[in-house]
């Protein structure tokens, strides 16, 4: 959310509306003085003259000072940066001087001075007030200046943070999406292959994977609009791909599903969990004439999600996983979509393997 203090066109609004309040206030009080005083209601002690006397130079000068200052500065600070300073003094110099002799003409009104000492007290006074008004005046003027070009860098320091971030959002999800470009060929390729190894041995068998793979085709071609998929489709899909390698490894394949229902709704990076499976079936299964017995495991607590897939293989380490490989792909696929708060992890527990998918719920 956009903080409106930061905006010098709304703090401009404001400032001018306190000062037409202020002033209205102010005028308000000081006719009401004046006229009990000029009545005889009331009678001012020679500290209440005094008192009374620099009240009215304040409101006569400093308040027609400090909304000149303000419409000047606003207007002028971008415009001419070295001019505006030396037509705030200009400005202070002429509402000192006008000031001054509206000061003195109110308090001759009002009675307090006799009319004969107008121009004799105008002349005293104009020079202490010009100088305090001029100092006074710069210093504001000033500070007022400094506060507006600060909130002018920290609205455009906001704006360029909220670009960044938006640029940065965008070039993530043009680097998932080419990670997720390059998983699906290679996902279907092996498919293909798997099939293909079941027509000259067994066509019948072969035919009827052809509605599992077009199973597989459909939830890859939709993968490509979707950045995380219902675990229950995942599930579904890798069942499918386990049952087209199973035609073709027969007995040496062998798969256990032990993921809960409360888990499907659960949302994980399109083909995940099958090139986990995957990477089992092509480095474990094929690999060994016993063949081996893939489980799949999901749990959740503590607001974590924990998908594992176990095999018999020897194991390995992530370390010499290349980003081209699939599950170099997936490490980076979880870095873009989960950042810190996901992970994938290769152990070693009762003599299996054991690749685990830890991201937060």
């Given at each position: 959310?956009?903080?409106?203090?930061?905006?010098?066109?709304?703090?401009?609004?404001?400032?001018?509306?306190?000062?037409?309040?202020?002033?209205?206030?102010?005028?308000?009080?000081?006719?009401?003085?004046?006229?009990?005083?000029?009545?005889?209601?009331?009678?001012?002690?020679?500290?209440?003259?005094?008192?009374?006397?620099?009240?009215?130079?304040?409101?006569?000068?400093?308040?027609?000072?400090?909304?000149?200052?303000?419409?000047?500065?606003?207007?002028?600070?971008?415009?001419?940066?070295?001019?505006?300073?030396?037509?705030?003094?200009?400005?202070?110099?002429?509402?000192?001087?006008?000031?001054?002799?509206?000061?003195?003409?109110?308090?001759?009104?009002?009675?307090?001075?006799?009319?004969?000492?107008?121009?004799?007290?105008?002349?005293?006074?104009?020079?202490?007030?010009?100088?305090?008004?001029?100092?006074?005046?710069?210093?504001?003027?000033?500070?007022?200046?400094?506060?507006?070009?600060?909130?002018?860098?920290?609205?455009?320091?906001?704006?360029?943070?909220?670009?960044?971030?938006?640029?940065?959002?965008?070039?993530?999800?043009?680097?998932?999406?080419?990670?997720?470009?390059?998983?699906?060929?290679?996902?279907?390729?092996?498919?293909?292959?798997?099939?293909?190894?079941?027509?000259?041995?067994?066509?019948?068998?072969?035919?009827?994977t052809v509605s599992k793979l077009a199973s597989l085709l459909r939830f890859s071609l939709n993968a490509n609009n979707n950045r995380l998929v219902p675990l229950s489709q995942e599930l579904r899909i890798v069942r499918d791909y386990l049952e087209i390698e199973k035609t073709r490894f027969g007995a040496r394949l062998n798969y256990e599903i032990a993921v809960p229902e409360t888990l499907d709704d659960v949302k994980v990076p399109p083909l995940a969990l099958q090139s986990l499976v995957e990477n089992s079936v092509k480095h474990v299964v094929s690999h060994r004439a016993e063949g081996a017995t893939i489980q799949l495991i999901g749990t959740a607590g503590a607001g974590r999600i924990r998908l594992e897939v176990i095999d018999d293989g020897p194991g390995f380490s992530l370390d010499a996983i290349t980003p081209e490989h699939g599950l170099g792909n997936l490490v980076a696929r979880l870095e873009l979509l989960y950042g810190g708060a996901g992970r994938l992890e290769v152990v070693r527990e009762n003599e299996k393997t054991v690749v685990r998918l830890d991201f937060s719920a």
């Open positions: 959310m956009t903080d409106l203090s930061a905006k010098p066109g709304v703090n401009e609004g404001f400032t001018s509306m306190m000062f037409r309040v202020v002033f209205a206030i102010c005028a308000v009080a000081l006719f009401v003085v004046a006229v009990l005083f000029s009545l005889g209601v009331i009678r001012l002690s020679e500290t209440g003259v005094t008192v009374l006397t620099a009240f009215v130079y304040s409101i006569t000068i400093g308040l027609p000072s400090a909304l000149l200052l303000h419409w000047l500065g606003s207007r002028f600070s971008d415009i001419y940066p070295r001019l505006v300073f030396l037509m705030h003094a200009l400005v202070l110099v002429g509402t000192a001087s006008l000031g001054c002799l509206a000061a003195s003409f109110l308090l001759q009104a009002a009675g307090i001075f006799p009319r004969d000492m107008y121009w004799q007290r105008f002349r005293a006074n104009l020079p202490f007030c010009a100088v305090i008004t001029v100092v006074t005046g710069l210093a504001m003027a000033t500070y007022h200046t400094l506060l507006y070009k600060l909130q002018a860098t920290t609205l455009e320091a906001h704006t360029r943070q909220v670009e960044q971030e938006r640029a940065y959002k965008l070039l993530a999800e043009a680097q998932l999406s080419s990670l997720e470009s390059r998983i699906h060929p290679h996902f279907l390729f092996n498919t293909l292959n798997s099939i293909a190894a079941l027509i000259p041995t067994d066509p019948v068998r072969a035919e009827d």
